[in-house]
T-cell receptor
Framework: SQQGEEDPQALSIQEGENATMNCSYK?????LQWYRQNSGRGLVHLIL?????REKHSGRLRVTLDTSKKSSSLLITASRAADTASYFC????????????FGGGTRLMVKP | GAGVSQSPSNKVTEKGKDVELRCDPI?????LYWYRQSLGQGLEFLIY????????KSGLPSDRFSAERTGGSVSTLTIQRTQQEDSAVYLC?????????????FGPGTRLTVL
């Protein structure tokens, strides 16, 4: 079963705008990771945030984590057409091994 | 260096046939994971290998599914007597297994279609 829920399920923006995607989860976690998937194939790792971290940056990506609300957000600034993809959050649950539990994903379309 | 590779990239089979899917993890990665992605179920964990420990099979949906990892490297996922609901993209990932902080790197997946 999926631990996380993501919203929105789909997001369409213009190039240059910012895109924000949200993820909620249900159980205590060690880490939360964000992945990108193009064309329904392999997942590309974007960023990992530990449960004791609140915010992390990587290039145009900013991830926040609120463990009290069991939620995370991914912000992509100054979006580009090449950012068009599906984005998934994934958690590894505390005391349950390192396997990942994925959210349903957000399909992002960036129009040129 | 080389990433995770999977073969075949696409597999079409008839209902009732057995299939084998292969995963070559990143060299030096001790942990290997299988997931599948289907329209109805999203991305779900199947099985996990870590070093010489017994695999965690808790995600396998039925006893028709099995996997092995030979020599701590290459892994094969076998689905016996395939059913149409087995149609999905099967994704393999590997990691260094760095304890609590463990980034998994995914292969391109095998798209399985059961007719």
């Amino acid at each position: 079963s999926q631990q996380g829920e993501e919203d929105p399920q789909a997001l369409s923006i213009q190039e240059g705008e910012n895109a924000t995607m949200n993820c909620s989860y249900k159980t205590s976690i060690n880490n939360l990771q964000w992945y990108r998937q193009n064309s329904g194939r392999g997942l590309v790792h974007l960023i990992l945030i530990r449960s004791n971290e609140r915010e992390k940056h990587s290039g145009r990506l900013r991830v926040t984590l609120d463990t009290s609300k069991k939620s995370s957000s991914l912000l992509i600034t100054a979006s580009r057409a090449a950012d068009t993809a599906s984005y998934f959050c994934a958690t590894d649950r505390r005391n349950a091994g390192n396997m990942l539990t994925f959210g349903g994903g957000t399909r992002l379309m960036v129009k040129p | 260096g080389a990433g995770v590779s999977q073969s075949p990239s696409n597999k079409v089979t008839e209902k009732g046939k057995d299939v084998e899917l292969r995963c070559d993890p990143i060299s030096g990665h001790t942990a290997l994971y299988w997931y599948r992605q289907s329209l109805g179920q999203g991305l779900e964990f199947l099985i996990y290998f870590q070093g010489n420990s017994a695999p965690d099979k808790s995600g396998l949906p039925s006893d028709r599914f099995s996997a092995e990892r030979t020599g701590g490297s290459v892994s094969t996922l076998t689905i016996q007597r395939t059913q149409q609901e087995d149609s999905a993209v099967y994704l393999c990932a590997s990691s260094l297994f760095q304890g609590l902080t463990d980034t998994q790197y995914f292969g391109p997946g095998t798209r399985l279609t059961v007719l």
